[in-house]
């Protein structure tokens, strides 16, 4: 008999495309083979995001799609489970099935080690299933191990979830229950197992990040910089970054790590969301513009050259024309070599939703559009600005032209070569030529010498 077939669409943060490899790996372990193409797949999973309203939207507009390949499917004989997981299951619940029948399981996001067992009752019941509690075990303790034998440059590893600190405008805390850190052991094991496929750079994963605490047995806890310099011991990790982080938890050792681990590559996405302190504690950020400057110099300290990325918000309710003009002041004073930024969306349950002074959707629209035009130009300057230098790229897949590969910089910007594919999981320097807007092109260092496979020293 042919493997049953699994399809899985991601949407949202890198903490779900982290989940959904878990969620693959979890079931290819009872038998399941990976599909492209929902229209063959035997179980779809859509990994969803609650995080704006557009987000849902998008859900539910495959849902629909969806509906429809499992109805064509249905008259060829064929039998399709429909699973909703990610933070739209976890927010909305047996409503999803309420809108959308055709689904059969909604998981939450600390539920999906269960989701075998949930296929396996669907499928033999033919009832819906919903499983959204915040369960008193840890999913991570139930999940296989990270399977030997694919091979990639680098990979994800969540180590914090969860959040306590309550933004007036986010979902999270609700979605993704409370801030919990998982234990050093576990993730240098996890880590360790990566190495040995391949992996040479790990990106650690929280929605805080930086408020890693990992209980160990030998401290009462571990800050995230001690992690990070245990997992900078393995030789294979050659590279390590994390996302993302909040003003209030960077602390001062983690600071000085840019400057004396050479391992951890400089870039750090530190959102800031507003300008005005007035717009800031009104989303309880619990900072002041002022403190976010004097951090990011503590931070260009450590590491000069460091590049910055944040997030910002427009059109948070009561923020004025004057306001937003604070945004756009701050972050032309700290020009950032990557953003992202959104507009407002009021998100059921959250206590901005419910404020006075909702900014209406043309405003909102302007200063997008207005804070996009100076972002976009600073992040052309910092990309041209490494044009002329010889940067250090971890290759990881092709590029798009034949001949070419593809990797990223310490920067993360993207950078593409002529190159042969035995460069795919290695580091080489590249001379960089030219920037265009969404990557960098540049040649092999000349009398570069590829060293041959990594052995997997481990
Ligand atoms: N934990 C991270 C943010 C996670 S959500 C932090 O504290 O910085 C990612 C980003 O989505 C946020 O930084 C914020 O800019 C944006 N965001 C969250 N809720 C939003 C909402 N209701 N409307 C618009 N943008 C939102
Ligand atoms: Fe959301 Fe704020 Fe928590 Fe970030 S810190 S996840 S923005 S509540
Ligand atoms: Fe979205 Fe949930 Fe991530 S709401 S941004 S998928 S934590």
Redesign the pocket.
């Known amino acids: 008999m042919s493997p049953k077939k699994l399809h899985i669409k991601t949407f949202g ?1 890198q903490m779900n495309a982290y989940d959904s490899e878990r969620m693959a790996e979890a079931l290819e372990s009872q038998g399941y083979a990976l599909t492209h193409d929902a229209a063959e797949a035997d179980l779809v999973i859509l990994n969803t995001c609650h ?3 557009k987000a849902v939207e998008k859900v539910y507009s495959e849902l629909g799609r969806v509906r429809l390949a499992k109805e064509d499917r249905k008259s060829r004989g064929l039998d399709t489970l429909i699973a909703v997981a990610g933070c739209v299951a976890q927010a909305e619940g047996s409503e999803i099935m309420a809108r959308a029948p055709a689904v059969d399981i909604v998981v939450g996001p600390q539920s999906y080690h269960r989701l075998a067992h949930l296929v396996e009752e669907a499928a033999a019941t033919g009832k819906g299933l919903v499983a959204t509690e915040f369960p008193a075990e840890e999913k991570f303790a139930h999940l296989p191990d990270r399977p030997k034998g694919k091979s990639r440059a680098s990979a994800f590893v969540t180590v914090q979830e969860g ?1 306590d ?1 309550f ?1 007036t ?4 805390p609700y979605t993704r229950g409370a801030e919990f850190s998982r234990a050093p052991a576990e993730i240098i094991a996890e880590v360790e197992r990566l190495a040995t496929m391949g992996v040479r750079e790990i990106t650690l994963l ?3 990040v930086n408020a890693y605490h990992g209980p160990h047995p030998d401290e009462s806890s571990w800050p995230l910089a001690r992690l990070l310099r245990s997992l900078a011991e393995i030789p294979a990790i050659e590279r390590l970054r994390y996302t ?3 003003p209030l938890d960077m602390d001062e050792e983690l600071i000085a790590l840019f400057g004396n681990e050479p391992k951890l590559m400089p870039y750090l ?3 800031f ?1 507003a300008g005005s302190d007035r717009i800031l504690a009104a989303m309880n ?1 619990k900072h002041t513009a002022a403190q976010y400057e004097a951090l990011i110099g503590k931070v260009r300290q450590a590491r000069p050259d460091i590049a910055l990325s ?4 427009v059109g ?1 309710p009561g923020e004025t024309d004057a306001d937003f003009e604070e945004t756009l002041a701050l972050a032309a004073r700290v020009r950032f070599a990557q953003a ?8 059921p349950g ?1 206590p ?2 419910s404020l006075e002074g909702q900014v209406p959707e043309a405003a909102k629209r302007e200063r997008l559009y207005a804070l996009q035009s100076l972002l976009d130009g600073d992040r052309h300057a910092f990309d041209r600005a490494t044009v002329g230098r010889s940067l250090e790229v971890l290759f990881e897949g092709r590029g798009r032209k034949p001949g070419q590969i593809a990797g990223r910089s310490p920067y993360l910007q993207a950078v593409h070569v002529e190159g042969p594919d035995e460069l795919i999981g290695q580091i080489a320097d590249v001379d960089i030529l030219a920037a265009s807007p969404n990557s960098l092109t540049g040649v092999i260092k000349s009398g570069f010498e590829w060293r041959g496979p990594v052995q997997a020293a481990v």
């Open positions: 943060c995080i704006r309203e959040c600190k933004c405008f986010c979902v999270v929280g929605q805080n993302t982080s909040h996405h530190l959102p969301q950020r944040t997030d910002i918000i948070f992202f930024s959104f507009k407002y969306s009021p998100r959250t901005a939703a």
